[in-house]
């Protein structure tokens, strides 16, 4: 079974300051990577995803996530965070083909204004 | 288009009682699934399925009971609801597995 390790639970950061939150996860065969974003009293929704090419990808709000084949690591950035970021984020996988996603444990992140 | 819609958004039972938790979906979706999120824990997949007539397990699907006679409705039951299965439960679907998901609004379950 595929798992997917989340490092950091809880994160707090200053407005304007840098994010990095780091996602492996545990599989040897060709997978889809996703980050969905669980805003408080919102849907989960999609970050961004990685299916194949470059791997460094571009989602919404100014994320960003680079996959890192030889490291099976799939770990979000963002430059310059906004309180309007806190939220709860989520690193999944699926198999290429498979019908299974597996997600992370989560990283709530709350920013101070 | 409403999307995926969860009923009910709060639900409290007695152990042993049994319930359905009701998902549907407007986007002609093929790929639906039911997750569960508990603290420390993430989501994981209870039960999933890629078309009508076609359910299979996932992590957790102990305690849980699927049917998808239609493309649209993905109904989650429990059998006999024990304290071990509260929790915020998420149904998700897509227009395939490898595809991204579009999730409910969730249902938070007490079991007492």
């Known amino acids: 079974a595929q798992s997917v390790s989340q490092h950091n639970h809880h994160v707090i950061l200053s407005e304007a300051a840098s994010l990095e939150l780091g996602c492996n996860y545990s599989?040897?065969?060709?997978?889809?990577l996703f980050w969905y974003v669980q805003y408080p009293g919102q849907h989960l929704q999609l970050l961004l995803k990685?299916?194949?090419?470059?791997?460094l990808v571009k989602g919404i709000k100014g994320f960003e996530a680079e996959f890192i084949k030889s490291k099976f690591s799939f770990n979000l950035r963002k430059p310059s965070v906004q309180w309007s970021d806190t939220a709860e984020y989520f690193c999944?996988?699926?198999?290429?083909?498979?019908?299974?996603?597996?997600f992370g444990t989560g990283t709530s992140l709350t920013v101070i204004p | 288009n409403a999307g995926v819609t969860q009923t009910p958004k709060f639900q409290v039972l007695k152990t042993g009682q049994s319930m359905t938790l009701q998902c549907a979906q407007d986007?002609?979706?093929?790929?639906m699934s039911w997750y569960r999120q508990d603290p420390g824990m993430g989501l994981r997949l209870i039960h999933y399925?890629?078309?009508?007539?076609?359910?299979d397990q996932g992590e957790v699907p102990n305690g849980y009971n699927v049917s998808r006679s239609t493309t649209e409705d993905f109904p989650l039951r429990l059998l006999s609801a024990a304290p071990s299965q509260t929790s915020v439960y998420f149904c998700?679907?897509?227009?395939?597995?490898?595809?991204?998901?579009?999730f409910g609004s969730g249902t938070q379950l007490s079991v007492l």
């Open positions: 998700a679907s897509s227009y395939s597995a490898n595809e991204k998901l579009f």
């Open positions: 599989y040897g065969g060709t997978v889809n």
């Open positions: 990685y299916f194949s090419g470059d791997p």
């Open positions: 999944a996988v699926n198999a290429r083909g498979g019908n299974q996603f597996y």
């Open positions: 986007m002609n979706h093929e790929y």
């Open positions: 399925s890629v078309g009508a007539g076609i359910t």
